[in-house]
């Protein structure tokens, strides 16, 4: 079994509330809804949703198979998108993100505990945003990055909804192209995210190193910190070492690896969260 030995410098900089957690959909995959159901994976949700594609040709199948079998999410989504009618992939959208009833796992329950002043997610449900309703969180897309700038400097913890959210599925970021007219569209939500990662340390929670949403962030993030003040990235152990060292290389973000199953992602988070808890009580930090 592999147990993430936290770095003292990521639980001091959690406990002051100096870090940024970033969540993806690994995250989301830990809660359930009342029949035991969680929500789709990458790979689950795009061989589903190739069912609303009209009138595929034979190679626009081989094509998207191709895409999945080398984990090109993006590529593959894409061309199912612009194969699909815009109604029905918006229903899917909808049904998948919105009305599963999923509720908050006890990795989410620690992520609020840890109580980070900003929480940043590429993921399009509720879970998370649901949990925080009642205490003092706000939150925003990356349409309003005034907004955002406005509540850093307030009393509030921000939630910022990175690809934007179900609730306007017109507005979601989810393909390659959505990304990058999006970020032609809002340069001044993309420059705040520079800004973040320059001046703090991000913890990367519920991504693997060939997840598009990350990728699709880091892409323009890259070089956003020295060495001597790395982001980190949460993984399950098996990833090639040749990857981890071209992450740590590019992007500066350096791997915790847990394991040997996702079932062990809990534990590790909730211990994560205690040493933080611990550490503010040893030196008298007031949240």
Aim: proline share 3%.
């Amino acid at each position: 079994m592999s147990k993430i030995i936290w770095p003292n410098n990521l639980i001091e900089e959690l406990a002051y509330r100096r870090a940024i957690l970033f969540l993806g959909s690994g995250v989301s995959a830990t809660a359930k809804n009342d029949d035991g159901k969680s929500p789709e994976t990458w790979g689950e949700f795009l061989n589903n949703i190739k069912a609303l594609m009209r009138n595929p040709q034979k190679e626009d199948i081989a094509f998207i198979d191709k895409m999945l079998t080398q984990e090109n999410y993006l590529l593959a989504l894409q061309a199912i998108y612009d194969l699909s009618d815009s109604g029905a992939y918006s229903k899917y959208l909808k049904d998948t993100f919105s009305r599963g009833r999923f509720n908050p796992s006890p990795v989410h329950k620690s992520i609020k505990k840890i109580n980070s002043k900003i929480v940043v997610t590429t993921n399009f449900d509720k879970i998370y945003d649901n949990l925080c309703n009642e205490d003092l969180y706000v939150k925003y897309d990356y349409m309003k990055a005034k907004s955002i700038i406005s509540n850093i400097k307030s009393p509030e913890n921000v939630i910022i909804k990175a690809h934007g959210s179900i609730d306007d599925t017109d507005e979601m970021i989810f393909t390659s192209q959505q990304y990058f007219e999006a970020q032609e569209n809002y340069p001044e939500f993309y420059s705040l995210l520079r800004a973040l990662f320059l001046t703090n340390t991000v913890l990367f929670l519920g991504y693997s190193l060939n997840d598009p949403d990350i990728n699709l962030v880091l892409q323009s993030l890259s070089n956003t910190s020295s060495s001597a003040s790395p982001h980190y990235i949460v993984l399950k152990e098996g990833t090639s070492e040749h990857i981890i060292k071209h992450w740590e290389k590019t992007y500066n973000v350096r791997c915790l690896e847990y394991g040997p199953s996702y079932d062990n992602f809990e534990e590790n988070i909730e211990e994560l969260q205690e040493a933080v808890a611990q550490l503010r009580i040893e030196r008298g930090i007031y949240e």
